[in-house]
């Protein structure tokens, strides 16, 4: 098919871009398979690393969301409790270890110094549109947990990637994850990218076949967002300056 870009507008292009937002409360209403079908197709037009496409992905619908989900809230439920300081908590952790981070354990180190205050800025924003006090540990860990139903989204996606790429890989699939986002959008639907879902991979393999030579990278949300006020929330956006790179200043000769 030939497009005649020219005839596109620009502006309504980066209209639609700067529209994304993150759901975070999904309607519990169903997602047509060829809608789902439809945006994996479009999120395979992303350019790949010499076209090798190093990624697989799980859709997890039905009951298989459900027992995912379920066993995912049980071991956050035992997990956030081990967070906690008592001896209790370290007994518990000692002979049962269940709920620990079975995969990507690096998810759960601090964020370094230059990247920490804008994700410290992002969830004070956030807890508190959703009325969550930042003493208020129970709190928090029963939002936190929403992570683990979904946010409700009727549909979960789990994203692998092939370890033999490395870093290549992961670019490759958050190239196709951005494609696939957008086509959502562009479908009425809400996305919610969820790295949370990534710290227990046996749960996924449990009901999917996956491949030893692919790693859990993380879960996309998918569904048709509620009118909550958390769903028009937007992320403070850095500027281009923050985004580029200084020159250097070499001397002349």
Known sequence: MDLNLADKDAAWVSQFLASRRTTRDFLPTPVAPEIINQILKDSLTAPSWSNTRPFKVAVATGEVRDRISNEFLARWHVLSKIMRKGFKNKLRLIFTRYGLPTSNRSIVKPYVAELKPRAERVGRELYTLFGVARGDRDARDKQWGKNYEFFGAPVELFVYIHKSLHIYAASDAGLMMENLMLSAHAHGL????????N?????V?????????????????????SDSPVNSFQANRIDVDELLLKAKKKSQK
Request: hydrophobic share 40%; aromatic share 12%.
């Open 199 to 203: 710290i227990w991979d046996d749960v």
């Open 205 to 225: 393999r449990d009901e999917f076949e996956v491949s030893k030579d692919y790693r859990l990278i993380c879960g996309i949300a998918i569904g048709y967002p």
């Open 190 to 197: 809400g996305t919610c990218a969820q790295g949370a879902v």
